[in-house]
């Protein structure tokens, strides 16, 4: 399978001005713990990032800010900077792969961390009638215990606790080491 | 009056502030923009159920609602919306999530109120999750867990006491080193016990002479075990210099880690005087890696063309003094593993004549454990 040609372009500075209606703050965060989780790995801006599903094609990950000690000391945490980090690729993909225009953040524990809508989808009351519902994870390094397609399969079981609400599941697992992102949908 | 939109948006802004608080390690404003996140949940819930009430809306606000109760630790009002909930006409599967939080909910007012006191040479454990009912609980959950712990609390004070590491262990109760008493107690929506190590028995363990060695030795284990739970294993090699003790704690730690399903947390809890120090431990067992490796053993192992490969088979065969075992594969055919130092006794030896799935690095001829469970 080639997929050597990177036909898009994930640009984290977009995360700055805030996107899918995510409030600006939120997403810079995102932007600046996923540079932190690239950097770890030895990535800098311009880098090539799998994105791995049903055609899977390389993109590429651009940034126009330096990850000095400054910032990865503020980003010290690197478990919860991961998921972070991944929270960032998968949004982004969200918006520009799949065509998402807001994102819902979910309390923890609900099966899922977003939920997104399409222009037009549910009503002002019923305000989860229609849209699908996004399961995010990251990973900073694969080891062979712990591997994008065993992530994947866990939060898709994870998907299960919510599924009484008959909406439609993404799960988007991002590993930063190669770096590779599988971004799966589940009917 | 603000829209069940307007309400559910304010709980999620106030939810990413506490997400922001945590960063900025502030628990005490984490904790309060939680709180009022609940409140502006309960809010949109409540007046959902007053404007429509359809589904999936409202079954996904109320765990919304409930979720940030139990992290707010607003246990009542979890207790509250579990019991509303379950008048409502639910699908079976919610109703018995519902039931779950009940019993879990029981366990967190347990632990938040607990009026008992442990010596300083006790370690409470208690796990819970789906496989966990009130004090009832599969053996091998809670029996593997405990023999971890216990051999965990061994290799510390060898440690503590500079004794360089040594893979045999004296691991029955009648030897003097080993010796440690098991207390049951019933505590809501969980399963615990107390492990008592030393003191009160009759004879005197050299590893445990007074309670001011053994609650070092608890209080070391317990801050290694929140440094993994936490993914700092920089800090873990500082605190655990020794390689053998680091890899053999890496490697018990990870084998007693919780399945993240059948039990979600595995809660560790010690005294000193009036205050309580409380792990819950949740870094669940496929994140665990026994051998850590360094970006240099990477570019190393590519350049040695080192290969992962995956052996099952009988574990046949064992030689403590060469580091060495031997599995046999379905075919008969016998293949010599080396085991790293600190593993063959705590982590290769329980599994002797079982059949195993083994992990190992292939160099040339030579294989290296990195990894054993059972079939």
């Known amino acids: 399978m080639n997929h050597s040609k990177r036909s898009m372009i994930i640009d984290l500075q977009k995360l700055e001005e805030g996107i899918l209606q995510l409030s600006k703050g939120y997403t810079s965060f995102l932007m600046e713990a996923c540079a932190v989780c690239l950097d770890h790995q030895n990535h800098k801006s311009g880098a090539s990032i799998l994105v791995d599903g049903n055609d899977p094609f390389e993109a590429e990950l651009k940034w126009a800010f330096e990850v000095d000690d400054e910032l990865k000391n503020s980003y010290g945490d690197m478990q919860e900077s991961t998921e972070y980090g991944a929270t960032a690729i998968a949004l982004m993909l969200a918006e520009e792969k799949h065509g998402f225009s807001s994102a819902e953040r979910m309390s923890k524990g609900l099966g899922f961390d977003y939920f997104l809508k399409k222009d037009g989808d549910g009503d002002e009351t019923n305000i989860f009638d229609a849209g699908v519902r996004l399961e995010i994870s990251g990973i900073l390094e694969e080891t062979d215990n712990n591997t994008v397609e065993r992530r994947v399969k866990s939060k898709i079981d994870q998907l299960i606790i919510s599924d009484d609400s008959n909406l439609e599941g993404h799960v988007c697992v991002t590993e930063f080491g190669r770096p590779r992102t599988k971004y799966i949908e589940q009917q | 009056m603000e829209t069940v939109k307007e309400l559910h948006d304010r709980a999620m802004e106030f939810n990413e502030k506490a997400i922001f608080s945590l960063k900025d390690k502030d628990k005490t404003a984490s904790d309060e923009f939680l709180e009022k996140a609940f409140e502006m949940e309960k809010r949109a819930f409540s007046q959902f159920l007053k404007e429509s009430g359809k589904e999936p809306t409202r079954s996904i606000l109320l765990k919304s609602a409930l979720n940030l109760a139990m992290q707010a630790k607003l246990y009542d009002e979890a207790e ?296």
Request: with cysteine; aromatic share 8%; glycine share 6%.
């Open chain 2, 80 to 375: 509250k919306l579990c019991g509303l909930g379950l008048t409502l006409n639910l699908s079976p599967k919610f109703k018995s999530s519902l039931k779950q939080s009940l019993q879990d909910i029981s366990f967190r007012q347990y632990l938040a109120i607990r009026s008992f006191q442990l010596d300083p040479n006790e370690l409470q454990i208690s796990l819970s999750g789906s496989g966990v009912g009130n004090g009832i609980i599969h053996y091998h959950e809670v029996f593997d867990r405990i023999e971890k712990v216990r051999r965990l609390v061994f290799r510390t004070a060898h440690r503590i006491k500079k004794l360089p590491y040594r893979e045999k262990l004296h691991t029955s109760n009648k030897s003097d080193e080993f010796a440690c008493s098991l207390i049951a107690q019933p505590v809501p929506g969980s399963f615990s016990v107390t492990l008592r190590f030393g003191a009160d028995l009759s004879h005197k363990n050299p590893l445990f002479p007074d309670f001011d060695t053994t609650s070092r030795v608890i209080d070391d284990l317990l801050q290694n075990i929140e440094l993994i739970n936490s993914d700092q294993i920089k800090a873990l090699e500082s605190s655990i210099p020794d390689e053998a003790y680091r890899v053999n704690f890496l490697a018990l730690a990870g084998k007693m880690a919780p399945d993240g399903e059948s039990v979600k947390s595995m809660n560790l809890v010690s005294s000193r005087g009036d205050a309580s120090r409380f792990i819950e431990f949740t870094k669940p067992q496929a994140q665990f890696r026994i051998l850590p490796g360094t970006d240099e053993d990477s570019d190393k192992k590519k350049e040695m063309s080192e290969e992962m490969i995956t052996l099952i088979g009988s574990l046949s065969y064992a030689d403590a003094d060469k580091d060495t075992i031997k599995v046999t594969d379905e075919d008969r055919k016998k293949h010599s593993v080396t085991v790293p130092k600190g593993l063959l006794t705590d982590i290769v030896k329980p599994y002797f004549k079982d059949t195993v799935e083994i992990q190992a690095i292939k160099k040339g001829k030579k294989l290296t454990l990195q990894d054993i469970n059972p079939v």
